[in-house]
């Protein structure tokens, strides 16, 4: 599968001429409709969070983990830090070595919980609601970018019917 574009780059045809092929030898004993469902959501979600990051992210120096942080605490304020973890969907772990570079940036600040010493709360300082605010109007400029294919109605089917499969999982994704 040679590509035009250069070493690595698979176009979407031929993603979809091999994704056939696979599942042509498995005839029968797989949902393709499901299988297609939930592949098509994945390279869509990479291929966005990819653009994304290229024009916007890489600029204000941020991974994606580090902006699903900010923005958790954005959307929902001070929280502790293990629900933040769930929030963004990284380890506690993952959210120590996050947290330690976004407050070294000034972009959160870190406190003891008064009721639990164990725990730490989390929120987001001005220096990163600023930021948000401007990564908000950037990512939401990436964002018509990626959907212009779509016309306005599709959109709001899509939207849709990704919410649907989100609140459809919601039991399975609770810590």
């Known amino acids: 599968m040679a590509s035009s574009r250069g070493p690595g780059f698979v176009s979407q045809a031929e993603y979809d001429q091999a994704t056939e092929e ?10 393709r409709d499901s299988f297609r469902a939930v592949w098509l959501l994945h390279q869509a979600a990479d291929a966005a969070r990819a653009f994304q990051s ?10 994606w983990a ?7 605490l954005w959307l929902f304020g001070e929280r502790d830090a293990g629900w933040v973890a ?4 990284i380890s506690k772990s993952g959210l120590t070595t996050i947290l330690s570079h976004l407050t070294g940036r000034g972009l959160v600040s870190r406190r ?14 001005e220096e990163g609601e600023q930021t948000m605010f401007s990564l908000f109007r950037l ?3 990436a964002e018509r970018q990626l959907s212009a294919p779509l016309s306005r109605t599709e959109k709001q089917q899509l939207a849709h019917l990704l919410n649907t499969m ?8 609770r810590p």
């Open 22 to 31: 696979i599942l042509a030898r498995y005839e029968g004993a797989l949902d």
């Open 54 to 63: 290229a024009r916007v992210l890489d600029e204000y120096g941020l991974s």
């Open 66 to 72: 580090q902006f699903e942080v900010v923005w958790s």
């Open 86 to 89: 769930n929030a963004a969907m």
């Open 112 to 125: 003891p919980d008064p009721d639990d010493a164990r725990r730490s709360l989390v929120r987001l300082s």
């Open 139 to 141: 990512m939401n400029s």
């Open 166 to 173: 989100l609140t459809g999982w919601e039991d399975e994704r």
